[in-house]
């Protein structure tokens, strides 16, 4: 537990941050897995509008800072590989 008055302020930030992060990481990873599973249905326009609002929510927890920008960035470009695999097999 923390004893000085900055300690118990730096638990209260962290507990915040960690809220804040939690929230952004949780749509972030709903929208991909809602988006592997719809490539994996093979349904193009399905997986294409899946893909769009993964990568937006990818986007927004980097810009948030609760995802690296560069993490964000893998994870989009292996959904995006996965769509055109997707694409260009129907």
Do not use: C, F, I, Y
């Amino acid at each position: 537990m923390p004893n000085t008055k900055s300690a118990k302020k730096q638990a209260r930030q962290n507990r915040k941050r960690w809220l804040r992060n939690r929230l952004h990481l949780g749509r972030a990873r709903s929208a991909v897995k809602k988006a592997r599973r719809a490539l994996a249905s093979g349904d193009v326009e399905e997986a294409r509008e899946a893909v769009r609002l993964a990568a937006k929510w990818l986007d927004h927890a980097a810009s948030k800072g609760s995802l690296h920008k560069r993490n964000a960035a893998r994870r989009k470009a292996r959904l995006m590989q996965q769509l055109a695999a997707l694409e260009k097999q129907s």
